[in-house]
Nanobody, 121 residues
Framework: QLQLVESGGGLVQPGGSLRLSCSSS????????IGWFRQAPGKEREGVSC????????NYADSVKGRFTISRDNAKNTVYLQMNSLKPEDTAVYYC??????????????WGRGTQVTVSS
């Protein structure tokens, strides 16, 4: 059974950091592009970052460039999202998703259940 599981969310003060993890069962993450998305209350889900398969190209939403870093650990079958200099507007449920194809241009086809990130003093 294909499954994605996010972890690492929590409550953090503005300016703080969190590292989210996305692990999988039923398939090897390294063979697919993986995206991180988020949805804040009352807002639509938006793309945050993506890492393509194999060559590992990355992209980021303008709102998180310079603050968030996506990476893979293929030995652990995990994709990470390192989030630094967090702002209250980063508060959302964060989801990872497997995308179709090899590159970040693919559409999401499988989703995790999400992990809550709350940035507040």
């Amino acid at each position: 059974q294909l499954q994605l599981v996010e972890s690492g969310g929590g409550l953090v003060q503005p300016g703080g950091s969190l590292r989210l993890s996305c692990s999988s069962s039923g398939f090897t993450l390294a063979n697919y592009p993986i995206g991180w998305f988020r949805q804040a209350p009352g807002k639509e889900r938006e793309g945050v970052s993506c890492i393509s398969s194999s060559v590992g190209g990355t992209n980021y939403a303008d709102s998180v460039k310079g603050r968030f870093t996506i990476s893979r650990d293929n030995a652990k079958n995990t994709v990470y999202l390192q989030m630094n200099s967090l702002k209250p507007e980063d508060t959302a449920v964060y989801y990872c998703a497997r995308l179709v194809g090899y590159y970040c241009s693919g559409l999401p086809e499988y989703w995790g259940r999400g992990t809550q990130v709350t940035v507040s003093s």
